[in-house]
């Protein structure tokens, strides 16, 4: 026994060799699924048999419950698959586990079935944050089921889901951290495309399809649901003979309308139809409608600018919000017109490059602006009521006319700012106007209500360039002086620069208001409603006048300021 005395030597390595080759017929290594015989069952622990093995290994009851299996089952002599985790521990053991072990293999079944893209059955067992669990039947193996792929249509409920065995299509597997995310959707429209290949074969080009539901729009289309089992498009330019911007301008999602087959995609599962080829191009027989004729439509759709109407089935035309009154604007079309009622329109425009033809109601109806050229024209004084008001401007209702007139601010006052006048006036208040201008074409009426009143600037009709008139300062700033002419309620500015000639007489600040004072008129111009006043002028007509009347008399000029200077600048050149 003296070979056991050092362990490390050779022949004690050569022994230990010699007992493993002879005692392990089958090669055992950690982290390995083995298989093990049950050689007893007790209260708490099965044990195993495994060749190979010192020792026999032993497996907790609760484990095997929490995998399903059945203890009153098990039998001495039964197989059972482990997980050798180490084939010795601190305490001499052996350490197993069989539910890793059925993992793994579940999780082999797994990796082989997604690259197989093979389907496996499993049964959603609890819900989460963002999906649902799926616990595959075969291993037990849990799994992700993302709340977007548990059907091809939004589900409100799926406990009729719940615990029901059924199929899932392995989407995402990650073999690192052993995470699998699968999905429902993709089965059911694998099966619904195999049965839609078959139901497409059905269809030719040629097929009318009667009764399909408009299901929904999209900027290029309409979606219809034929019978309830294929989604067909109805293509934009599809639609009609007549300009269609968007689908629900002729459709609305319920709708029941015939099809027409015009094209069947058996690699891309598509049927495309039509409405229009249904019916013949009704703009081959354009010519039987004239220009400015009356005809009666059929109001077919309703929208926020206007009405779809029909000339003649198929035969589509837009009138618009605004042709269907002359004084009001604005319109809801759907307070005026009702689906399926018949008016009278004319016909305006016939585009056939463009397919496009334009309808007016209002044309049908008496133009208003010409009954008010005529009761009141241009020049005539009324009364008006205010029907709205915005920054600059009112918009007043002629007399009993069922007609707005536009009254710009700077016509409401002859004195005072105009935007500030304009606050004084609120809607529903009456006011006097005067017809200033008619446009009937374009349906504009301008009116103005200081024109009414007498104009303050007619003080200026009998008076000319360089008269003299007095006024009262009114005040006096920086800038000049506020004059008020005697007989006159508007207000003048003389600027600084023409208060004097002498620049230090020039100066505002000698005047506290409340002085008259005669001016001269430099500039009047009636038509732009101008007027400029300087007492500068009025000194220089003055002086004029001095040196014109006592110029040429003997010692004339020596009371005037510049008297002497010629007389100073000969007495200045001697002494040079």
């Not at 299509?169 to 195999?194: H, P, Q, T, Y």
């Not at 585009?351 to 109601?361: A, N």
Request: overall charge positive.
């Amino acid at each position: 026994m003296e070979i056991y005395k050092d362990v490390s030597s050779g022949q004690s390595k050569e022994f230990a060799e010699l007992l493993n080759s002879q005692f392990s017929k089958n090669k055992i290594e950690e982290g390995k699924i083995i298989e093990g015989t049950i050689n007893k069952i007790t209260e708490k622990f099965v044990f195993l048999f495994v060749d190979g093995l010192k020792s026999e290994p032993l497996v907790d009851n609760n484990e095997l419950k929490s995998m399903g299996i059945k203890l009153d089952e098990l039998k001495v002599g039964d197989k059972l698959n482990v997980l050798l985790e180490r084939i010795e521990d601190k305490n001499g053991e052996v350490i197993v586990s069989a539910s890793k072990a059925k993992k793994i293999k579940g999780w082999d079944q797994l990796v082989e079935a997604y690259e197989k893209k093979e389907t496996i059955m499993g049964k959603i067992t609890s819900k989460c944050k963002g999906g649902c669990i799926v616990e595959h039947i075969d291993t037990g193996s849990l799994m992700f089921l993302p709340g977007s792929q548990i059907s091809d249509k939004p589900l409100k409920d799926i406990s009729h889901l719940m615990n029901e065995p059924q199929k899932f299509a392995l989407i995402k597997l990650d073999k690192i951290r052993g995470n699998a995310c699968v999905s429902r959707r993709e089965v059911i429209s694998s099966f619904k495309k195999e049965d839609k290949a078959k139901i497409i074969e059905r269809y030719k080009v040629g097929d009318i399809i009667r009764g399909a539901e408009v299901k929904g729009y999209s900027s290029f289309g309409c979606f219809f649901n034929v019978n309830g089992e294929l989604d067909v498009l109805v293509h934009l330019q599809e639609i009609s003979y007549s300009r269609v911007n968007h689908p629900n301008e002729v459709f609305n999602v319920g709708e029941k309308h015939d099809l027409k087959v015009i094209s069947v995609d058996k690699e891309k599962l598509q049927v495309g139809c039509s409405v229009k080829q249904l019916s013949p191009d009704p703009f081959e027989n354009i010519e039987n409608y004239q220009l400015n004729k009356l005809y009666k439509v059929k109001v077919v759709k309703i929208t926020d600018f206007g009405a779809f109407c029909e000339l003649e089935p198929g035969l589509t035309t837009l009138l618009h919000s605004s042709e269907l009154s002359w004084s009001k604007k604005n319109l809801s079309t759907k307070k005026i017109l009702k689906v399926g009622e018949n008016i009278d329109c004319v016909i305006t425009e016939i585009d056939k490059e463009k397919r496009r033809i334009s309808i007016s109601h209002r044309l049908t109806l008496k133009n208003p602006y010409e009954e008010l050229e005529n009761r009141f024209p241009v020049g005539t004084i009324t009364d008006g009521v205010i029907q709205n008001k915005n920054e600059y401007s009112l918009f007043v209702k002629i007399s009993d006319m069922d007609i707005e007139a536009f009254l710009h601010c700077n016509d409401l006052t002859y004195l005072n700012n105009g935007e500030e006048e304009l606050k004084k006036f609120n809607k529903g208040d009456k006011i006097k106007i005067k017809i200033l201008e008619i446009k009937k074409d374009e349906q504009k009426i301008r009116v103005g209500h200081r024109q009414t009143m007498a104009d303050p600037f007619d003080y200026f009709k009998d008076k000319s360039l360089n008269q003299i008139i007095t006024v009262k300062i009114i005040s006096a700033d920086q800038k000049g002086l506020i004059v008020r002419p005697e007989g006159c309620e508007m207000d003048f500015m003389i600027k600084k620069s023409a208060i004097a000639i002498n620049p230090n007489d020039a100066r505002p600040s000698r005047f506290t208001g409340g002085e008259k004072v005669d001016v001269a008129i430099a500039e009047l111009n009636l038509e732009k409603r101008k007027v400029t006043l300087s007492m500068r002028l009025l000194e220089e007509i003055e002086k004029k006048e001095a040196l014109e009347k006592y110029g040429a008399a003997e010692g004339s000029g020596k009371q005037l300021p510049f008297s002497s200077l010629s007389e100073d600048l000969k007495k200045k050149e001697k002494k040079k």
